[in-house]
């Protein structure tokens, strides 16, 4: 299974069609994901925000799975530290939304190397659980830190009187917010795709079959794996600062760990060996809820549909839900080369 | 359980009904017994029902309010079309339900919010598109300070301080040690400003925070017999409370201190999870007057959830607190002409509210046009008794220097002096 | 009176159900290879039908008995009829799964019992003895008891025995074990539901001791498995002294102001620290090992 996904783990969804085949998806769900706003729904604008934010986390998340063999269970806790820099950042210097972001994605990143620094050292399980505590501790850290809301002091917090984040110059209302997250995402792509495409990518795939192989072949495993991981966190990171400029503030309940673990069993139902299989975790994790919830089912009776759902994808679809989709796609365009 | 409950319920209510029952009918709005049919008013409520705790008792109340007004004559001929949503303590989902409800269902107001989070995530949105939040239970202090939000309820700082105040003037309490959750705009928002009342009398206080998944009520308890305070104040949920208190009981402190709390354990379900070992020992303050009372509004309100609520519905504070969201709601949108109901046209009838008095608070209810909102700053004490609670105290108004802009508020709208 | 003395007997208390429950999750793993999330689902649902036949008016001893029946029930099934389907998948994917089902108990808990304030008194709560200055309850000496007899027995169980062996192989390679001719299906049968009646009881006693709330129970989990990380979910005796030293640890930093707010944190830091330094040295990592 592990071959299957060095084999087909690029961004083909079939290897004999044209050149033009391979953009086709990924524009025909651009053009959808862009009409969003003109549904008219602010509901709906709001949910498809946070799947836009989201599909960035989970992208950093299957990076990591699918390239380095490594799991991370601490993803929402690396976008609360996004968040938190992004914030603190704009209420002390009003600098442009950019800067506060990409600042947030690169503290985010030195973490996310941070974490790296147990994964040297082991994999699997072990890692995810270091990963686990590491989400433990955050989610305690943030509830008593808080999030800057305006306050004074190397905290920022104050316990009265929000001020809300500025936006983005080019984005100030919801919509304009929105797609500002969905040429975010875009670029969140195509920085992993230029990564799986060079160099890195290939030091990756070597790594993950054999890390001894791969220092034989000249490579720097260290560099590498600290590399992955540092890409994976400052994608998170742009995600914490975006979910802070979509609320325009953050509050220290949003990151439990069960989220953080919730969003990789999701990263894995929804595929991570395929290009759109973070877009289907982040559909998962944020649009399922709240069409649930706007059907009016509760909250609780959610959670079992969820939990059992979760089992189920798990138990019967190894390659997420992107696989089946993918071999549905090649067995529809009755390629010979078919992927399953 | 809730399910089950929903039938029994109609049942009961049906068999009231047919029997006529020794309960007053209830009266709401016009009473004159005719289904409403007109062009339905939106209106919104968001509470936060999936989460650490069930918190959508007031939004419970304001829907049963409304089914009574449906069903005598709504508001002057028109139905009140109520969406409850339910924020699942999250601030993304309370950001989005808060979107629905005032962008695409376009609700005229928002009446009956109880919640954690709501009020800090959507204030903005609510100034922002001229809406009103009659809220039922806040918790938070965002609550007590925008433009937008009014609640008939205290809130942990006022309840606090209220506790404090009582235990000082009637039980010699001299250094207060204020047992809470370490959220901030909740737990420690009370807490500080009850620290500064002591420290206004020249007394002591200190606060000893939680962290509410926290196993370890050991260390807390001993954290408070090292505080060398001689009054617990309990600041905290009900649950996370009646985890603490069995702690103190397994080191047998009943005697050591004395105890009071904030309004949370001013709940039915209190009495039987404490037990009795705090029978008579505990005193817990009230933001309303008590749920067995037997004022107008109290028993039209006991009516009414019987008749139009769930059986499940808790009848608390925040459920009668709720329902003078929804009365002081409908008694102001019945002024205005039933053809001109819109969202700014409420809104100013909303504003407009004021001296609404009740036997359920101590003092007037009104909203006015201000940056902040907190009609109730006076409560009362209540002990716990076998099996229930008993008035300790008369209505006091609560001595805290945060109401200071609130007080100049009143004397500008002539309310006080 | 010594404030230490007071503080760590505290600790013991606490660290007694850090303890109880690593072991009991140390157990599962070694058993069947699988880190259970749901354990603190199991107990905690364990507990509230005690609480819900207490209030029914069941007999006392019904009351112990039900939680660590429901446990075995509910791991049973989980074992018995999801658990298989998941068995070629990595350690950490079996894992999550199990947060799955922890959701769906937790949900069903949320449905059956509104929230509101509860509390599961047992009569063992009402009987105690005063150690180091500290009252503690025969209800808190029974969790440290019974953490101590299962790190105790369940070592002895797993290295010498011959079904613990077979646990043992089947956690190690399911594969090469059934090719061995071990009973795979009855020894995790076991297995689940041995697991699953101390999960059981855990909740009960988890539910008088901390609170009887589903959600917390159920999100425990997570300290819990602190412990074991310092066990590298191996050996049963270092998660039951991790959870101990994690519990006293906790309780010491309550005496110390700059650091009590922050105590929560300790089963986490006290789990990296150890896992980095169990790993120092190691350059290279292996497919096949964590």
Redesign the interface.
């Known amino acids: 299974m ?1 071959n299957y996904g060095e084999k087909y783990g690029h961004f083909e969804m079939n290897q004999i069609s044209g050149q033009w085949r391979r953009w086709l998806a990924p524009i025909i769900i651009l053009i959808v994901a862009l009409s969003i706003p003109a549904m008219g729904s602010a509901l709906w604008l709001k949910v498809f925000t946070s799947v836009a934010i989201y599909t960035i986390t989970a992208l950093g998340i299957s990076l990591l799975y699918r390239r380095l ?1 490594q ?1 991370s269970l601490a993803h929402v806790a690396l976008m609360g530290c996004g968040g938190w820099v992004t914030l603190r950042l704009s209420h002390a210097f009003h600098l442009p939304f950019e800067f506060q972001l990409f600042a947030g994605g690169v503290f985010t990143a030195i973490v996310g190397m941070v974490l790296a ?2 994964a ?11 990963t ?3 989400a ?2 955050f989610s ?2 943030i509830g ?1 830190i808080q999030f800057p809301n305006g306050g004074d002091g190397f905290a920022g917090y104050a316990i009265t009187a929000i001020t809300h984040m500025e936006r983005p110059y080019l984005a100030q209302s919801d919509e304009a917010f929105f797609v500002y997250c969905i040429m975010i995402a875009v670029l969140a792509y195509a920085l992993v795709y230029a990564h799986e495409h060079a160099k890195p990518g290939r030091a990756w795939a070597l790594i993950r079959r ?3 192989s791969a ?1 034989a072949a000249g490579i720097n ?1 260290t560099f590498y794996k600290v590399w992955g991981f540092a890409l994976s966190g400052f994608l998170a990171g742009i995600a914490g600062g975006l979910l802070a400029g979509s609320l325009q503030f953050l509050d220290a309940r949003s990151f ?3 989220e953080s ?2 969003i ?2 999701l990263t ?1 139902v929804g595929g991570a060996w395929h290009w759109f299989g973070a877009i289907i975790a982040a559909l998962l994790f944020r649009l399922m809820p709240a069409l649930l919830n706007d059907w009016g089912v ?1 909250g ?12 189920h994808a ?3 679809a ?1 390659k997420g839900i992107a696989g089946q989709i993918a071999g549905l796609a090649s067995r529809l365009m009755k390629s010979g080369d078919r992927h399953d | ?3 089950i409950a929903v039938y029994s319920a109609s049942l009961v209510g049906a068999f009231m009904m047919m029997t006529g029952g020794a309960m007053a009918a209830p009266s709401c709005g016009l009473s004159n017994g005719q289904k409403a049919n007109g062009e339905p008013i939106k209106v919104g409520a968001i509470v936060g029902q ?5 918190f959508s008792s007031s939004g419970d109340a304001a829907q049963a309010f409304f089914k009574c007004i449906n069903a005598n004559g709504g508001v002057n001929g028109r139905p009140i079309e109520f969406t409850m949503e339910d924020d699942q303590w999250n601030p993304e989902v309370a950001a989005q339900v808060g979107n629905k409800l005032v962008k695409d269902v376009g609700v005229v107001a928002l009446v009956g919010s109880g919640s954690f989070v709501d009020m800090a995530v959507n204030a903005k949105l609510y100034a922002d598109e001229g809406v009103m939040s009659m809220a039922g239970a806040c918790a938070i202090s965002d609550c007590y300070e925008s433009s937008n939000i009014v609640t008939a309820a205290g809130g942990p700082l006022i309840s606090s301080v209220g506790a404090a105040q009582w235990a000082v003037a009637h039980q010699g309490a001299k250094n207060i040690v204020c047992v809470t959750t ?1 959220i901030p705009t909740s737990g420690i928002y009370g807490c500080s400003w009850m620290q500064k009342f002591m420290e206004n009398k020249g007394l002591e206080a200190s606060i000893i ?1 939680l ?9 807390a308890v ?2 408070t017999i ?1 505080s060398g305070a001689d009054t617990v104040l309990v600041n905290m949920p ?6 603490f208190l ?1 702690v103190a009981e ?3 402190l009943r005697d050591n201190f004395k105890w009071i709390s904030s309004t949370p354990l001013y ?1 039915a ?2 009495p039987a ?3 009795k070992y705090w029978t008579g020992v505990l005193t817990v303050n009230a933001e309303l007057n008590p749920i067995d009372g037997t004022g107008p509004d109290t028993t039209n309100w006991r009516a009414i959830m019987e008749t139009y609520a769930n059986e ?1 519905d ?1 009848r608390d504070t925040f459920s009668q607190a709720g329902y003078l969201a929804a009365k002081y709601f409908v008694e102001a949108v019945l002024k205005l002409d039933p053809a001109d109901i819109n969202r700014a046209s409420v809104t100013k009838a909303i504003q407009a509210i004021s001296g609404k008095t009740s036997d359920m608070m101590c003092g007037p209810y009104y909203v006015g046009l201000a940056d902040r909102h907190l009609p109730n700053h006076a409560n009362i004490m209540m002990q716990l008794v076998d099996g229930g609670f008993k008035q300790v105290s008369e209505c006091t108004q609560v001595d805290t220097e945060y109401l200071a802009p609130y007080l100049a508020i009143e004397k500008e709208m002539g309310i006080s002096n | 009176m010594n ?1 230490y003395g ?2 760590i007997a ?2 013991l ?2 660290g007694a ?2 303890a109880l429950g690593g072991v009991g999750l140390v157990l599962l793993n070694r058993a069947t290879g699988i ?1 259970n ?1 749901a354990y603190g689902a199991l107990g905690a649902l364990g507990a509230m039908l005690a609480w819900q036949a207490m209030q029914w008016g069941a007999p006392e001893p019904l009351v112990w008995l039900l939680p660590i029946f429901v446990g075995a029930f509910f791991s049973l099934a989980f074992g018995r009829y ?1 658990a298989p ?2 068995s ?6 079996k ?3 199990t ?10 808990m ?10 599961l ?1 047992l009569t063992t ?1 009402t009987i ?1 003895l005063n150690f180091a200055g ?2 503690v ?1 025969l209800t808190r000496l029974i969790a440290f008891g019974l953490a101590l007899t299962v790190a105790l027995s369940m070592g002895v169980f797993l290295a010498r025995t011959r079904t613990g062996l077979m646990m043992r192989s089947i956690a190690a390679d399911r594969d090469v074990a059934a090719l061995l001719g071990t009973p795979i299906r009855r020894v995790e049968t076991l297995a689940w539901g041995l697991s699953g009646a101390l999960a059981g009881f855990t909740g009960l006693l ?1 539910g008088s001791l ?4 589903p ?2 129970l159920t ?2 989990v ?2 819990m ?2 412990t074991t ?1 310092v066990g ?2 191996q050996s049963i005796p270092i998660t039951f002294v991790a959870g101990l030293v994690i ?1 006293v640890i ?2 010491l930093m ?1 005496l110390y102001k700059p650091l ?6 300790t ?3 006290v ?2 620290i150890t ?2 330094w169990l ?2 040295g ?6 096949n090992e ?1």
């Open positions: 592990k063999g799991v620094y147990p040297l050292r082991m994999r699997g399980l072990y890692l995810a659980l270091v686990l505590m590491a433990g501790g305690i850290l008593i054999s890390e001894a220092m495993v439990p760990v069960g673990v919730m990789f069993a894995v509760s609780d009776a959610a959670f079992i549909f969820f939990g059992a759902a979760l089992m798990l138990a019967t190894p | 359980m809730k399910k999936t989460g650490p705790d069930d370490n925070p962290d509410p998944a926290s196993a370890d009520m050991n260390s001993l954290e090292a009900g649950g996370m409370a009646a985890a069995k397994e080191q047998d709940d379900d209190i999870a404490l037990g499940g808790p | 404030i007071l503080f505290s600790g208390a606490v159900l850090y880190l999330f999801i389907h998941l070629q998948r990595e350690p950490v994917v894992a999550v799964a947060l799955g089902f922890a959701i769906v108990i937790l949900g069903f949320n449905l059956i019992w509104i929230d509101t304030p509860r509390k008194s709560d105690s500290l009252r309850t988890f901390v609170r009887l709330d959600a917390t999100f425990l997570i300290p498995i602190a990380v590298r979910l519990g906790e309780s309550t009590a707010p922050f105590r929560a944190m089963p986490f830091v789990a990296i896992l980095m790993q120092r190691r350059l290279l990592t292996f497919a964590d």
